[in-house]
């Protein structure tokens, strides 16, 4: 007699586990595949706002019948708020192309006219070059005093730290509206008022909090040895500062970099109210000034278009730095 038949037990095999196309739903595909085609069909021809529950209900039952329940509200809820986020940007890249801008889903002609008329446009041109030397102006003096100060908050044995920090984070809280009246009556008395020093300045205000905050919790994170070493070496504290910890602390402050550049180029409370003309007007004000052919028409073709230029510089850099940014947004937040 074998082994096998005297004394021992042989496992039943487990049945062949069926493969992703067998386990598959034909109806539930053919409902996702019905539901695409009906919605498209309904977006493109513009068919009756009914039929949206219709194919929205195929395509949400295809996919649980597909994909499982769990699985297929997960994709849901990730496509609606992928939506959420993209439809502003969207719906605005949608209007600057339409020619008669008359808000349907899609319309009969599309055209870069607006773009067109822009571009034409001196005062949109010179605003664009006022912004870029606005906020290039305020970013690098922002990084350079709020990188000195975030280093001495940071590593410095300074008296009252704590309190200056929060002191420093009390200016940010200020609402803009309650101190645009006071600084446009003290920029008309000493000349500031329509100059890009007038719009530089205030900027600089607001983004040095953030600025501050952000490189100093990075200057704090790094190791003390290799500033003692450098002291050995014979360092000062500014050069051990700029050779050694300020290398260190690059993705804070090109996170820091990026974040006041953004907020500064799209700054339009004290662009508007600290200039006139366009010697010192900046693209958030200019477009605000863009006028149709009539008092009571909005241009909201070359609005539309403008907004979406003054965007792409901004969703370029993020795009391209976007690892950049997210590393200087973490590293600081973890030790060891």
Known sequence: ???????????????????????????????????????????????PGILALVWMTMILVGSIRTFGRSAAITGWGISALVLYCLFPFLWLVRLSMDPAANGKVLPSTFSLANYGAVLDNDEFVRAFFNSIIVAGSATAIAMLIGGAAAYALGRLPVPGKQYIMFAVLAVAMFPGI??????????????????????????????????IWIMSSFFRELPRDLEHAAYMDG??????????????AAPGVF?????VF???????????????????????AAISFFQGENT???????????????????????LVFQRRIVAGLTAGGVKG
């Open 1 to 47: 007699m074998s082994a096998t038949t005297a004394g021992s037990y042989q496992m039943p095999s487990a049945a062949p586990a069926l493969l992703p196309e067998e386990q598959a739903d034909p109806i539930g595909k053919g409902l996702l595949i019905g539901g695409g085609i009906l919605g498209v069909a309904s977006i493109l021809f513009g068919f």
């Open 178 to 211: 309650s101190i645009v009246g006071p600084i446009f009556e003290l920029w008309r008395t000493i000349g500031l008022f329509d100059t890009k020093t007038g719009l530089v300045l205030p900027n600089v205000t607001f983004a040095l909090p953030m600025s």
């Open 235 to 248: 360092a000062t504290p500014f050069q051990a500062f700029r050779k050694v910890m300020l290398p260190l």
């Open 255 to 259: 996170t820091s970099a990026i974040l």
């Open 262 to 284: 953004i907020n500064t180029w799209n700054e339009f409370l004290m662009a508007v109210s600290l200039s006139a003309t366009s010697n010192s007007i900046t693209i958030p």
């Open 296 to 318: 009571l028409e909005i241009p909201v073709g070359p609005i539309s278009a403008a907004s979406v230029m003054v965007m792409l510089p901004l969703v370029a850099m993020v």
